[in-house]
């Protein structure tokens, strides 16, 4: 048995048949070809899977689609505007936010988050706020540094 | 996941009906943190998820009639941030800060994570320090549980298939009491703890004896428990680092942990002893300095 949902992924809006038991993570990827966000532990501790539902950061992995009936979306791939990279996105390129690439798409999109409710982070609270996202490639003082650094850009952005 | 049926009422009596409709067959799902991985795990096959998502009347944070009340549908985060929390009781505010992390605390919900029954989380322990009850509702009315009596064993509370998790009602603690939850994470933050303790405790400020202290642990047992020994020893007198050693001490023969991967049965029971002590000490001083409740 099937249940017809409706979401906007990434301002589209998309009309799905899915069964109960079909996982968000595996709506994106596999229903509307969305492969920016990854797929890491399937329980919910390791954050690529971070996407955006009505603007609060969750695990797709541990949403169920029909959970997201009505609601928007925001995916990695839904980060840049008119081919412009998102400043978080352009300053994990320009501090080296990354390395193998794979924890990158739930990293940038819990920094997008983070920079949404609190504008001016400390350390501390990158730290918190991003403990949940894990780099096994430990990059992690180059993701502190693109986060301030995307923090400062958008602040500039902000008063000129 | 096996395949099953979904619902989505829309008013708590629709949940209601439901559930006495569907009884055993049928699980709650709110946030679904815990439920979706139980469901992956095949430790649970439903026949149908009841959806609360739309039933906007059970997610509230209110103080109207004096104590706190946590609807069941409030998240985590929403009780971490509520004004009312933080003013009226914030160690419970710091307590959802502490719970696994943003994204998790984004979507779990108070009655959720009660029903979920797993003697590792947090926020219970807190909630059961603080002498906080919850109601059950079914079609014909409600009842209230004192949080401790309400969990049996792993994952099992007494709570009938017909029932649902409505409020947590948490009294204000009195004038001059401190509370804290502390937990021990030699892994990582996000970790469940190896083990947790709270504490809360009223202390008179004439006399710096205790009026009344409430201790309860979590990682240690099938359930959450109390430490009623250590409670009563710490009664009617003033805090010393010996009384509140052997607080610790007592309060260790009513733990009965398991080894895993957070620490050996005997670790955690030593474990258990020092964030009593601890806790304690923290509990007392924001009693007397009346800057935390």
Known sequence: ?160 | MNTFDYRQPETPEEALALLHDLGEDARIIAGGTALVIMLKQRLLMPECLISLQKVRPLDYVDASNGDVRLGALATHRTVEQSPIVRTRIPSLAETFHQVATVRIRNVATVGGALAHADPNQDSPVMLMALDARLRLATTTGTREVPLDAFFTDYYETVRQPDELVSEVVVPVPAPHSGSVYLKFLPKTADDYATVGVAVAVTVDPRTQTCVDCRIAMGCVASTPVRAPEAEAVVRGERLTQALAQEAGALAQRRTDPISDARGSADYKRAMAGVFVRRALGQAWQRALTGEER
């Open chain 1, 1 to 160: 048995m099937t249940h017809t949902i409706r979401m906007r992924v990434n301002g589209k809006d998309h009309t799905l048949d899915v069964p109960a038991q079909r996982l968000l993570i595996d709506c994106l990827r596999y229903d509307l070809g969305l492969t920016g966000t990854k797929e890491g532990c399937s329980v919910g501790v390791c954050g690529a899977c971070s996407v955006l539902l009505d603007g609060q950061l969750v695990s797709a992995c541990l949403t169920l689609a029909v959970l997201a009936d009505g609601k928007e979306i925001t995916t990695v791939e839904g980060l840049a505007h008119n081919g412009q990279l998102h400043p978080v996105q352009q300053a994990f390129i320009d501090f080296g936010g990354f390395q193998c690439g794979i924890c990158t798409p739930g990293m940038v999109v819990a920094a997008k988050a983070l920079l949404d409710t609190n504008p001016n982070p400390s350390d501390a609270e990158i730290k918190d706020w991003m403990m949940g996202n894990l780099c096994r490639c430990t990059g992690y003082y180059k993701i502190i540094e693109s986060i301030r650094g995307a923090a400062n850009r958008l602040q500039t952005e902000r008063v000129s």
